[in-house]
């Protein structure tokens, strides 16, 4: 713990940190480009110059490992000289061209200018210019505004662990670039519009589109996987401009994936903003009073056991809550569930279906082994974590199956379901590999849930971890990866229905109301069934409705969501939901009110409160499931990972037409079969 | 110096010859296991060698798959490094030395006949595309000034006449002998003079 002093005050620092962290901690600011706490140390861009003692030339703090007894000082005239003399060469080259760039307003370059800038140039030769790079649909690049920081070279190669950006060329030539100008391979690449520091590489949608003080911005979470990333929404009016990362070193870190920060122009387009009644196959638009009463006369006239509602992919905690309120005390009924396969789920405990091991944990696993799972495209966050694992640690992964680039080294299995039996039935070296780890982690993926012999498999699973004491006070090695957003809070809701299967009698048309809560991914033939679907995009759902109610999308009403380790993060209202559409809680609960003249809840705060004690009850009490159901014999299956397309996965993706860019690049790459 | 840009004109493939492969396994031999990436600037060198003296993009592929590192870090390593070749450069690549010592010794008639023999402009194919020539700094033989680098041989104490048939002789196909061209041995004093202090033949 070296001891030092920066501006005369004492610090005293942990061992491997640089002078910039130790100044950083005695209160005083360094400016700096190159230096990003996430990435590697690149010491190349020289504006964080300190002056140290005994030193005849200033030291670039960010590459100075503190050490016992250094004297800082970073407010003398030699440093602010030095300083302005750094600025006054990345300024030689740099367009001032601000009033045009979309950085503008929160650009590094810009606001240190302002400290540290000269008003006049004495460069008196032309500027240079460079070409611009094609980066693909997210990234715009002005490579003429590059200062060559190399933060986004350092991003690529260390934390997407897709090594396709570089600089070529030398001194004044230096370029930054992708290997013959494809577009970066990752579905983390948007990051390097938020780790520039100028105006270099700006994002492609979002161009031209507002200007940052003009933004109303608000912190929430994300529902495009089942990580929860924290970002910030910034909206202009109604408009969502872009969504941006916040950090959460226990989620996120810094990151977002591409789809999470560009799916948002999918709110804007396919939205239901006024109820629907649908006659002679035709869709007219009708009042909120209207469709209630059709409803409810609907709901009077048919038996209630021929009502059954589904929630969706989406839905935030309260709407299920709420739902499953109006299931089972208006309309006394537990025909409902928010799966929309035939997934095994043991919801006695809740270790069942969480990620227990936490998305920390991952750093501190020392053998990771996949089964029919895809982090990279279920879960994106979560396996760039992986793959930070894998660089810091060498942690070891195993995948059941090949599932092509994951962006670090894995050994594959065969994809058997046999091999898996073996496993875990012990007598396998990885057995004694997952026997011999002190912190092994299980990652298992939905697709090994759909499976026919999936509880067997799940059940033998965790009979192995727990016969080899791999269930510790600290550690808990089973994983289950959820690909939605609001499938854990649903499963800690208990919208579920064990008693009987709900999609098996749906496909043989034995219901007569079927009530969708932004449900979109149910596969049945419609025959006679009255179908209400409840939602903010016009898909799937609401193209076999009869009824469409429209609700709001995450940006629109406040709502919790649990994440995949069983997080529960509140997201919270950005915009308001366009025309007449309403929050989701309160269309269920206005129609619960024309059902029985009496709301189920008051008001928001009150279906919260008995939100959490449900929840809280939930938690306290333990389910037990004694009557075993009867073991099917088991069968070897091919476990092949089901992955919803990537950049379609749900209803906001499937609306935005960057998505639909994003997917054809894709493509366009695949099928010209040059790219390597 | 500009950046330079690789050929627009590439081969399609590129291998190792089985001289140059035998070659570039001795070198990645010499570095530890994992390490093999660091092989990467004389894998770069053998592939110019063997191809004319020019790197095409085929090779910077080869070489990446070769060492198992990423196509971007060869290509930033390939650009960065002047004595690597983008483009073709012919098979007889010239590069003669104007720099102060070659310069007042009269490195300028050299420049002279390569325009007239080779080519007008620096870093352009002769005619028969066998031959380019270029200006480079210092190659570290002042005391046989002026000269020049031929490939892997330098022609020394050159003047105009001397450069014009040495250029003759390459563009027939010929090697011409390497060394002074004033019937010098290396760097020996001329007229016998055996020490600094006899001035008798300076």
């Known amino acids: 713990m070296p001891k030092l002093k920066v501006n005369d005050i004492e610090v005293e620092v942990e061992d491997g940190l640089t002078v910039l962290q130790a100044c950083e901690k005695a209160g005083a600011e360094i400016p700096r480009f190159c230096y990003h706490e996430k990435l ?22 960010c590459a100075m490992p503190a050490a016992e007894g250094m004297n800082i000082k970073t407010n003398t005239p030699f440093v602010e000289k030095a300083r302005k003399g750094v600025m006054e060469f990345l300024l030689a080259n740099h367009p001032l061209d601000c009033p045009v760039c979309d950085q503008g307003g929160e650009c590094d370059l810009q606001d240190q200018s302002m400290f540290y800038g000269v008003d006049k140039s004495r460069f008196k030769e032309n500027k240079r210019a460079v070409p611009e790079k094609n980066m693909g649909p997210l990234i715009k690049t002005q490579m003429t505004r590059c200062i060559h920081c190399t933060r986004c070279v350092r991003f690529a190669t260390e934390v997407a662990g897709v090594s396709e950006l570089g600089a070529i060329g030398r001194g004044e030539d230096m370029q930054i670039t992708t290997y013959l100008e494809h577009s970066m391979q990752s579905e983390l690449s948007a990051n390097v519009i938020d780790l520039c520091p100028v105006g270099a590489l700006t994002s492609k949608p979002y161009v031209f589109e507002a200007r940052p003080w003009e933004l109303k911005k608000t912190e929430t979470v994300d529902v495009m996987d089942a990580v929860g990333s924290n970002v910030r929404v910034d909206t202009y009016d109604w408009e969502v401009k872009r969504v941006l990362p916040i950090i959460n070193e226990d989620i996120n870190e810094e990151w977002i994936s591409d789809k999470t920060r560009y799916a948002c122009d999918g709110l804007l387009n396919q939205r239901l903003d006024t109820p629907f009644i649908k006659y002679n196959g035709k869709f007219e638009k009708a009042s909120w009073s209207e469709v209630f009463k059709i409803i409810k006369s609907k709901f009077e006239n048919s038996s209630k056991d021929k009502v059954c509602g ?299 409160s008995s939100m959490f004690n449900y929840l809280k009850l939930q938690k306290e009490k333990q389910i037990n499931i004694n009557e075993k159901q009867k073991i099917s014999d088991f069968q070897n299956e091919k476990l092949n990972i089901q992955i919803k397309d990537y950049y379609f996965s749900n209803v906001i993706a499937r609306s935005s037409k960057t998505m639909i860019e994003c997917n054809n690049s894709k493509l366009n790459i695949k099928s010209t079969g040059t790219e390597g | 110096m500009s950046l330079r840009r690789p050929a627009k004109n590439q081969p399609e493939t590129f291998e190792f010859s089985s001289s140059s492969l035998k070659e570039a396994n001795k070198i990645v031999l010499k570095y530890p296991e994992g390490k093999q990436q660091s092989a990467v600037m004389a894998l770069l060198y053998i592939a110019q060698k063997q191809n004319d003296n020019w790197i095409p993009l085929a090779a910077m592929k080869y070489i990446a798959k070769f060492l198992d590192m990423p196509y971007i870090k060869v290509y930033e390593v390939a650009t960065f490094y002047t004595m690597y070749n983008l483009s073709p450069v012919g098979k007889y690549f010239v590069q003669v030395c104007t720099t102060t010592p070659c310069m007042i010794r009269g490195a300028n008639k050299l420049v002279e006949a390569c325009k007239e023999k080779i080519s007008d402009k620096e870093n352009e194919l002769s005619n028969d595309k066998s031959c380019s020539w270029m200006e480079v700094e210092c190659l570290g033989a002042c005391v046989n000034a002026p000269m020049m680098q031929i490939n892997d041989n330098y022609y020394e104490d050159l003047d105009k006449e001397k450069t014009i048939e040495i250029f003759d002789k390459i563009l027939k196909g010929e090697d011409p002998k390497p060394g002074s061209y004033r019937g010098r041995l290396n760097t020996e004093p001329e007229n016998n003079r055996k020490t600094l202090m006899d001035t008798k033949n300076a």
């Open chain 1, 310 to 608: 589904f929630v969706g992919d989406l839905t935030n905690m309260e709407t299920g809550y709420i739902f499953k309120e109006f299931f089972d005390r208006t309309l006394n009924n537990i025909n409902y569930d928010s799966r929309s396969d035939n997934r095994y789920l043991d919801n006695s405990e809740r270790e069942n279906y969480i990620f227990n091991s936490s998305i920390n944990g991952i750093e501190d696993s020392d053998l990771i082994f996949l089964i029919g799972a895809n982090p990279r495209y279920e879960a994106t966050i979560l396996n760039a974590r992986i793959r930070k694992a894998f660089v810091n640690n060498n942690t070891k992964v195993i995948s059941l199956n090949d599932v092509g680039d994951l962006t670090y080294p894995y050994k594959n299995l065969d994809g058997q379901t046999q091999t898996i039996k073996t496993i875990f039935e012990g007598s396998e070296e990885i057995s004694k590999e997952i026997i011999s780890a002190s912190k092994p982690m299980i990652i298992i993926g939905e697709s090994l849930l759909k499976l026919n012999s999936s509880e067997q498999l799940f059940n033998l699973i965790k009979n192995f971890l727990k016969i080899n004491n791999k269930f510790t006070e600290g550690w808990n090695p089973l994983n289950l990866l959820s690909c939605d957003a609001a499938t854990v809070g649903n499963f800690d809701l208990g919208i579920l229905n064990n008693e009987k299967n709900l999609l098996e009698e749906l496909k043989s048309n034995k219901f007569e109301i079927v009530y969708l809560v932004g449900q979109d991914n149910l596969e049945f033939n419609k025959k006679d069934e009255f179908v209400i679907y409840q939602g903010s995009h016009g898909d799937k759902g609401a193209e076999i409705a009869d009824i469409i109610l429209p609700g709001s999308a995450y940006t629109e009403q406040d709502g919790y969501f649990t994440n995949l380790e069983g997080k529960m993060q509140k997201a919270y209202k950005a915009s308001y939901p366009p025309g007449e559409a309403k929050e989701d809680w309160q269309i269920i609960n206005e129609l619960a009110e024309v059902m029985n003249n009496r709301k189920l809840f008051n008001d928001k705060e009150e279906l919260e």
């Open chain 1, 40 to 61: 590697s140390i690149a010491g190349n861009c020289r504006m964080c110059l300190v002056e140290m003692e005994k030193s005849p030339k200033p030291i670039a703090s």
